[in-house]
């Protein structure tokens, strides 16, 4: 059902449906994989401290329009939308990557490419809002939020406290 196709193009290897796939369709168990602790060119980042390599995986391309998720609770690749057969296989990459290890230039050629892919640690909320993400990368987010917003009230206290006792100078008789 699936192929890693050599291209000559700069994408190099890309994965490749054999057949037609419908919307929501699982068309991959992630099982023969191997897991590792920090991120490669070729893994996958399936919880904050877990990197997996799996052939399959490693000969996905990224797309700022991706026709595939990666679930990885199940470790399951299911399509996003209809496949034809012998379209490429795309994944967005920071659906599962936090921090890539190798950023990249994206020439994926969609009307919203993003153009720089550095994993979701540099994308707002806004912008991961339009896509799927899984939940680890969800979880970093909020947590990134909270700290934010954690910060800002403490920062705003202290701004506060200053202008408070700048606005009422102790005069000393």
Known sequence: MLEIRFNTNE???????????????????????????????TSVQISKDINIEELYLAHLNHSCDPNIIIDTINLEISALKDIQSNEELTLFYPSTEWNMSTPFTCKCGASQCLRIITGAKYLSIDVLSHYFINKHIGAIALKCLTQLSYEDVIIESISQQKHEHQAFPVVYV
């Open 11 to 41: 994408k190099g290897k890309s994965l490749i449906t054999k057949m037609p796939i419908k919307k929501g369709e699982v068309l991959h168990k992630i099982t023969n994989y191997n897991q590792i602790t920090s991120a490669t060119y």
